[in-house]
């Protein structure tokens, strides 16, 4: 019947559409994969390019990642709070304890465990000075100067920077001497003292107590 024929034209076109749209979804499948695979090649030639970079670079980052000291790869880097300069855990150590015992030299009678008086005591005492009579104020003041004078002063090995306050492991600095002493096959020669398991004193609590 006419009926009929006309449905079936109807029919046909929309499958013939359907296809059609079939046929461009699959050409864009086919051109998505093409670029996907495009983007992977420039990618593998970029990450080569900066394998080859690394290899390159790594002596001058070695360099720039050394101690100033020792001339070493900084495996164990501390970081001097007051000045921002690091150097490897070793040649602080050596460095403190050529103060300390120059100090010791010069003042027969420093006590070296003799923990003394926090930094912060003019402030602490500043604070609390409404309910502590003048008198007694100027005498710990007093008792805190002279207990300062007692005390080595230790400085940056490479600015001379007054260092008050405990050193500080450089993770930054750490993190890129691993990577960078691989790229040059140089491995940590040394291990440091704080490296051994269940050692509970820090590298420098000998000269920093607080």
């Known amino acids: 019947s006419l009926t009929s024929a006309h449905y079936l ?11 059609q749209e079939l046929t461009t979804r699959s050409q864009e499948i086919i051109a998505g994969h ?3 695979q495009l983007q992977r ?26 101690c100033d000291i020792c001339a070493h790869l900084m495996y164990s880097p501390y970081l001097l709070p007051d000045c ?43 604070s609390i000075s409404p309910y502590v009579s003048y008198p007694l104020q100027l005498q710990l003041l007093t008792v805190y100067n002279a207990s300062r004078r007692q005390q080595p002063m230790y400085t940056c090995p490479g ?17 890129m001497v691993s990577i960078v002493g691989r790229a040059l096959e140089q491995p940590d020669p ?15 609590d000998a000269f920093f107590h607080q």
């Open 9 to 19: 034209s109807l029919r046909k076109k929309r499958l013939e559409e359907q296809s």
């Open 34 to 36: 093409q670029e996907i």
């Open 41 to 66: 090649e420039k990618l593998a030639a970029l990450q080569a390019k900066d394998t080859s970079a690394l290899s390159i670079d790594a002596t001058k980052l070695g360099d720039r990642l050394s």
């Open 84 to 126: 921002g300069h690091s150097y490897c855990e070793g040649c602080l150590k050596d460095w403190f304890n050529e103060t300390l015992t120059k100090h010791v030299r010069a003042h027969p009678t420093y006590n070296v465990n003799r923990i003394p008086l926090p930094r912060d005591f003019p402030q602490t005492l500043h």
């Open 159 to 175: 600015c001379r920077t007054e260092v008050t306050r405990k050193p500080v492991v450089n993770f930054a600095v750490k993190d």
């Open 190 to 204: 040394r291990r440091e003292s704080s490296n051994i398991r269940g050692q509970q004193a820090g590298p420098f």
